[in-house]
Nanobody, 122 residues
């Protein structure tokens, strides 16, 4: 089993920055694709940023140029740097990772973090 623990959310003024972290633990062989999603009240969960297993990054149009997804494979951690935050960025943010674990290292399973609240005040 794999556990994901998110941190870094909070309350920030518009124009400010936050860095979300997602730490994975367990019998991890490797982390494949990673992504950050968010869900605002009354809205569907949406993809914010993704880092596919074949490399590169993808961002929602609403966050391009402001958010950056990254990872530290040695720490089994995924990050989302958020800058120039806007009130419409307010949501619960979830990390999602595809992980292969011992001993079935050929099998990739998706895991979700517990979510962290980001609130941006105007």
């Amino acid at each position: 089993q794999v556990q994901l623990v998110e941190s870094g959310g909070g309350l920030v003024q518009a124009g400010g920055s936050l860095r979300l972290s997602c730490a994975a633990s367990g019998s991890i062989f490797s982390i494949k694709a990673t992504g950050w999603y968010r869900q605002a009240p009354g809205k569907q969960r949406e993809l914010v940023a993704a880092q596919p297993s074949n490399g590169g990054t993808d961002y929602a149009d609403s966050v391009k140029g402001r958010f950056t997804i990254s990872r530290d494979n040695a720490k089994n951690a995924v990050y989302l740097q958020m800058r120039s935050l806007k009130p419409e960025d307010t949501a619960v943010y979830y990390c999602n990772v595809g992980v292969s674990t011992w001993p079935r290292i050929w099998q990739v399973t998706d895991y979700w973090g517990q979510g962290t609240q980001v609130t941006v005040s105007s």
